[in-house]
Nanobody
Framework: QVQLVESGGGLAQAGGSLGLSCAASGFIYSINSMGWYRQAPGKQRELVAAIASGGTTNYADSVKGRFTISRDNAKNTVSLQMNNLKPEDSAVYYC???????????????WGEGTLVTVSS
């Protein structure tokens, strides 16, 4: 069994900062990519940022230059530092990890339960 537990989030004013963290635990052989997605009311879930095991990052255009994703492979954690927040960043943020539970099996995506980020104008 694998669990992704998120922490952080909450309320911030426009122009402020928030940090999100996510820890993967359980039966894990290795983790490929880790990332953050978000879903605002009435909208589809979208990729915010992702980071490969080697450190290559990918950001949505809307957050480039404002958000920074990082990971600690030894601790199976991924973090998202969000600066210069905008009201349109308000959403439920979900942690995602592509996890191998056995070396001879393919990886599977796992999701956290989500954490709410609200940015007031």
């Amino acid at each position: 069994q694998v669990q992704l537990v998120e922490s952080g989030g909450g309320l911030a004013q426009a122009g402020g900062s928030l940090g999100l963290s996510c820890a993967a635990s359980g039966f894990i052989y290795s983790i490929n990519s880790m990332g953050w997605y978000r879903q605002a009311p009435g909208k589809q879930r979208e990729l915010v940022a992702a980071i490969a095991s080697g450190g290559t990052t990918n950001y949505a255009d809307s957050v480039k230059g404002r958000f920074t994703i990082s990971r600690d492979n030894a601790k199976n954690t991924v973090s998202l530092q969000m600066n210069n927040l905008k009201p349109e960043d308000s959403a439920v943020y979900y942690c995602n990890a592509d996890i191998y539970q056995r070396s001879w099996q393919g990886s599977m995506p796992y999701w956290g339960e989500g954490t709410l980020v609200t940015v007031s104008s």
